[in-house]
């Protein structure tokens, strides 16, 4: 919202909010006898509860509180404010996001309209008004306290809402996310697929052309043709690398990912397994058939290793067989298997190499073999030895445990969870107080009826004792503390000239039929006593 809309907002509030107060000041139907000053400062105070109403909502629900108490104190009116702090305590409850500030300032404004208001009347009237304390502090939990859990529960319906939506951007994310982890472990499939089966195959092709290039018996035409068709080999090669680099890039060909889902065995989608492969014996053969010197020891080990080791060796197998072939052609190459009970050892070593090799490197396929035997919980050495070249794989029969990726969704969802408890401990605090507010107003009135009426009785034989003319000095002795009513809503008879007049009960009775002694005074003397029916 704009800071013009909200200023508008504001001012068409405040002109909502003091119609009770102008209406009284112009017609006098609300309340009487409040002056224009008296309006003209309700005015401004509204106004300064809404200016206030979103920086410092606690203080602006205080304000009408506060002129809620002062009109019931001053006018005895419960009437002219009551709109202003029924509506600012709403807004103070959706704006407000922590409820002990409100309780404890709405507590401390009931506790010194309490202690206040009774004082100011009998200032004012020189007796005890119990009814207008009982106006000034209901009124602030009637139209104060419910309001604000109103506007609280409102609150935490929002933030619910807010929560929802978060939630749904979240699960958003999250899917876009998975989709495209989904479609870079597609890539990285396909990338090791033909590295793997491609590029093990073209460097048997090279080794073969280049045996022929270097072939004696032959023509030298002919060594020129295998020479040019090994440098295409080796360009194609190098063209593999690229295209492998480019669907590998981030994934399992690249550095090794930390992702949890991208890494995790168990997260693997069964089409991105591994192929069907050939035994260790056979790519041995066919490395041997291409012209390389392979010796292969622990073949018969091949049938022991476990299923889900078994084609990570044969992969160690092929790229140990492949590298040599690119960077030590002609040298001889050792294959070595080592069954144990707890793990398999695989190694493939080549020694020097008699001329430079054929093949271009890029290191992807060892960083991508290092990472399936990490996710597998083994290890992977590769390095010089001997002037050669070695490469050793150890792999564990049982591989790490599973450790399932924390849910990202966690907070969101405990956030959720929370909200949605605030809200039902809301409304409930909501209706409990509501229930109890009106217990207690049942409470009050049902006992203000009962000390109201058996606290202005006037004793029929008292009454009849009294004379006209007696002092009212006099007369004060015999009557009851308080009376039973300030002005009878029945038809009386005409009120002597110039007389002020007092109702007393006749009888304790407070549910019953009221009958009244009228007493009226005027100069100091008892000028008129009646007994008014019901």
Same mark, same amino acid.
């Given at each position: 919202m704009g800071r013009k809309a909200a200023y508008l907002k504001d001012v068409l509030l405040w002109a909502v909010l003091v119609l009770p107060?102008? &209406?009284?000041?112009?017609?006098?139907?609300?309340?009487?006898?409040?002056?224009w000053p008296e309006v003209i400062t309700g005015l401004a105070a509204i106004g300064l509860a809404v200016a206030l109403a979103r920086s410092r909502p606690l203080v602006a629900m205080l304000v009408p509180a506060a002129l809620w108490a002062g009109s019931v104190a001053v006018r005895g009116? +419960?009437?002219?404010?009551?709109?202003?702090?029924?509506?600012?305590?709403?807004? #103070?409850?959706? @704006?407000?996001?922590?409820?002990?500030? #409100? $309780?404890?300032?709405?507590? !401390? /404004? %009931?506790?010194?309209?309490?202690?206040?208001?009774?004082?100011?009347?009998?200032?004012?009237?020189?007796? &005890?008004?119990?009814?207008?304390?009982?106006?000034?502090?209901?009124?602030? !939990? $009637?139209?104060?306290?419910?309001?604000?859990?109103?506007?609280?529960?409102?609150?935490?319906?929002?933030?619910?809402?807010? #929560?929802?939506?978060?939630?749904?951007?979240?699960?958003?994310?999250?899917?876009?996310?998975?989709?495209?982890?989904?479609r870079l472990r597609e890539r990285a499939a396909i990338a090791r697929e033909m590295h793997d089966l491609l590029g093990h195959d073209l460097s048997l092709v090279a080794l073969r052309i280049g045996a022929l290039e270097i072939a004696a018996d032959l023509p030298e035409s002919r060594r020129r043709a295998a020479g040019e068709a090994r440098e295409a080999v080796t360009a194609a090669a190098e063209r593999l690398?690229? =295209? *492998?680099?480019?669907?590998?890039?981030?994934?399992?060909?690249?550095?090794?990912?930390?992702?949890?889902?991208?890494?995790?065995?168990?997260?693997?989608?069964?089409?991105? %397994?591994?192929? +069907?492969?050939?035994?260790?014996?056979?790519?041995?053969?066919?490395?041997?058939? #291409?012209?390389?010197?392979?010796? $292969?020891?622990?073949?018969?080990?091949? /049938?022991?290793?476990?299923?889900? !080791?078994?084609?990570? =060796?044969?992969?160690?197998? @092929?790229?140990?067989?492949?590298?040599?072939?690119?960077?030590?052609?002609?040298?001889?190459?050792? =294959? @070595? $298997?080592?069954?144990?009970?707890?793990?398999?050892? *695989?190694?493939?070593?080549?020694?020097?190499?008699? @001329?430079?090799?054929?093949?271009?490197?890029?290191?992807?396929?060892?960083? !991508?073999?290092?990472?399936?035997?990490?996710?597998?919980?083994?290890?992977?050495?590769?390095?010089?030895?001997?002037?050669?070249?070695?490469?050793?794989?150890?792999?564990?029969?049982?591989?790490?445990?599973?450790?399932? +990726?924390?849910?990202?969704s966690r907070p969101v969802e405990l956030e959720l969870a929370l909200a949605r408890r605030r809200v039902r401990r809301t409304r409930l605090a909501a209706a409990l107080v509501c229930l109890a507010a009106a217990a207690g107003v049942a409470a009050f009135v049902l006992g203000f009826t009962v000390y109201e009426a058996t606290t202005s009785v006037l004793p029929p034989a008292e009454f009849a004792k009294l004379r006209v003319g007696q002092a009212e000095s006099e007369v004060a002795a015999v009557l009851p503390a308080r009376t039973r009513i300030d002005d009878p809503s029945w038809p009386e008879p005409p009120i002597p000239p110039g007389a002020r007049c007092r109702y007393y009960s006749t009888s304790p009775e407070p549910f019953g039929e009221l009958t009244l002694y009228r007493l009226c005074f005027a100069g100091g003397r008892l000028v008129g006593k009646t007994f008014l029916p019901s």
């Open positions: 107060a102008l &209406w009284a000041g112009l017609t006098h139907a609300l309340a009487d006898r409040y002056t009116d +419960p009437t002219v404010f009551f709109l202003a702090l029924a509506v600012m305590s709403y807004l #103070a409850g959706v @704006r407000m996001a922590m409820a002990r500030p #409100a $309780l404890l300032g709405l507590s !401390a /404004a %009931a506790v010194a309209a309490a202690a206040v208001v009774p004082v100011v009347r009998w200032l004012l009237t020189a007796r &005890w008004d119990l009814g207008a304390w009982f106006f000034a502090v209901t009124g602030i !939990a $009637l139209f104060g306290l419910v309001p604000w859990l109103a506007g609280h529960a409102r609150h935490q319906s929002q933030a619910l809402t807010r #929560a929802g939506w978060e939630r749904a951007g979240h699960l958003e994310r999250e899917r876009r996310i998975l989709a495209e982890r989904a690398r690229d =295209v *492998v680099a480019v669907l590998g890039d981030g994934d399992g060909l690249g550095p090794a990912s930390t992702d949890p889902v991208s890494t995790d065995p168990a997260y693997a989608d069964p089409m991105y %397994a591994d192929p +069907p492969e050939v035994s260790v014996d056979e790519l041995v053969r066919r490395a041997v058939a #291409a012209g390389m010197t392979v010796t $292969l020891h622990g073949a018969h080990e091949e /049938a022991r290793i476990p299923a889900p !080791a078994l084609a990570t =060796v044969r992969r160690v197998v @092929r790229e140990g067989l492949t590298n040599a072939a690119k960077h030590a052609p002609g040298a001889p190459v050792t =294959v @070595r $298997l080592a069954h144990a009970p707890g793990e398999t050892v *695989v190694a493939v070593a080549n020694a020097a190499p008699h @001329r430079p090799g054929l093949g271009v490197t890029g290191g992807h396929a060892l960083r !991508a073999l290092a990472e399936r035997v990490r996710l597998l919980g083994g290890s992977l050495r590769s390095g010089p030895a001997d002037g050669g070249f070695t490469l050793t794989v150890r792999l564990p029969h049982t591989g790490p445990p599973h450790v399932p +990726p924390r849910a990202a």
